[in-house]
């Protein structure tokens, strides 16, 4: 029996908490993390991004555990640098020309061939991989569940400011990574070798060096027997981290499921899916997404309730009903990004935003 283990990677901000703009960290962090992280923690392209990632968990409760323990780990070694830590999709009013791109050979060849497209990617992210060993089923469980990642990107959406304005938009992070090639909903494959001959064209035609350069939304990883998800904002609370991972590990479930009983997932259009993933970025968790079997608009609350329906015979097997009803309270006090806008509408000023990711982000740790 498949086991859906889970690995989290969660892209915090380092923080100065005068100015409240980003700083650099100067790999310093990262560098002490090393000593007691090893390889859960990494630098990013820039100086002011730190990444955080778990081992393997063998189900949600050693997923939180993890991810706790991590960001524990992260605050306490930032305030030994005199830093802050905030968890959002993009920082409230940083400016992008101003990052320093931290120093290593891999980073030089993205800038030298992406330019500002790679420089003005100062985005944050939650990417959470779900254990499935076999790779033909893999891609058709990728395949299908293409169809719910703008419901679950909803509920992550948490950056609705950009270089210091209101940008319209509940999750602007994605569309400052449309800027980077091989983004955004992935087409459909029948299967891993006609996948694997896609990206084998791109490596013999020097588009990439290897699998890890196509930074869809979904994707069966490269070198790891895992559907790694990667469409989301970061979220400001580990339960709203352990949700959303729940949440992706009971669909791969399901869909597995239905692999084994003979039934199948309608597949739908990459460009159908997009309409909806547009919407997801726009109006977060208030908007309508389109339901295209019956081919009208729905209001979110109802495909939440559609959605939790669809998991719900295997979401007790997983044991992670507790982490999975944490949606109801997301559906409450709305996502990231809707308490970033109420806290501005409150207060007029960037800098309180910024004060309130931070305090967001230390929320349950204890």
């Known amino acids: 029996m498949a086991t859906f ?30 000593i007691t992280l090893k390889e859960r923690v990494k630098a990013e ?14 189900n949600i409760q050693e997923a939180r555990e993890e991810v706790t323990y991590l960001r524990k780990m992260i605050l306490d070694l930032a305030e030994k640098q005199n830093l802050q830590v ?9 400016d992008w020309v101003e990052q320093l791109i931290t120093p290593d050979p891999r980073y030089d060849e993205i800038i030298d061939e992406m330019r500002d497209v790679a420089r003005g990617n100062l985005i944050f992210g939650l990417h959470v991989h779900v254990g499935i060993e076999n790779r033909d089923e893999a891609i058709q469980i990728m395949n299908a569940v ?8 909803a509920l992550s959406t948490n950056s609705p400011f950009w270089c210091g304005r209101n940008t319209g938009f509940k999750s602007y992070r994605s569309k400052v990574f449309d800027k980077f090639p091989r983004t955004g909903i992935p087409d459909s494959f029948s299967s891993a070798a006609e996948y694997d001959e896609y990206v084998n064209l791109l490596i013999k035609t020097k588009c990439i060096d290897n699998g890890k350069k196509i930074w869809w939304d979904i994707r069966v990883h490269p070198f790891f027997d895992t559907i ?12 709203e981290t352990i949700c959303l991972a729940a949440i992706m590990q009971a669909l791969v479930a399901k869909i597995h499921k239905l692999h084994r009983m003979n039934l199948t997932f309608r597949p739908y259009h990459r460009m159908l899916i997009n ?4 919407r997801a970025a726009r109006y977060g968790i208030h908007g309508k997404l389109i339901d295209f079997g019956k081919q009208e608009e729905v209001e979110y609350n109802v495909l939440v309730v559609e959605l939790l329906e669809f998991i719900d015979d295997v979401v007790d097997e997983l044991g992670s009903r507790k982490e999975i009803d944490y949606i109801h309270q997301i559906m409450a006090m709305g996502t990231g990004a809707d308490r970033q806008l109420a806290v501005f509408e409150q207060t007029g000023s960037m800098n309180a935003v910024v004060d309130y990711i931070v305090a967001e982000t230390k929320i349950g740790l204890d």
């Open 146 to 153: 293409r169809y719910f990642l703008p419901h679950i990107y």
């Open 5 to 34: 283990t889970l690995g989290i990677e969660e892209e915090f901000q380092t923080i100065d908490p005068v100015t409240r703009n980003l700083r650099s960290h100067m790999s310093k962090l990262v560098e002490d993390g090393k």
């Open 228 to 239: 790694e998800f990667r469409m989301c904002d970061v979220p400001m609370r580990t339960d």
């Open 86 to 94: 905030a968890a959002a999709g993009t920082h409230p009013f940083a």
């Open 275 to 278: 309409e909806n993933k547009w």
């Open 45 to 58: 392209m820039h100086q002011a991004v730190v990444e955080v990632g778990t081992n393997i968990c063998h």
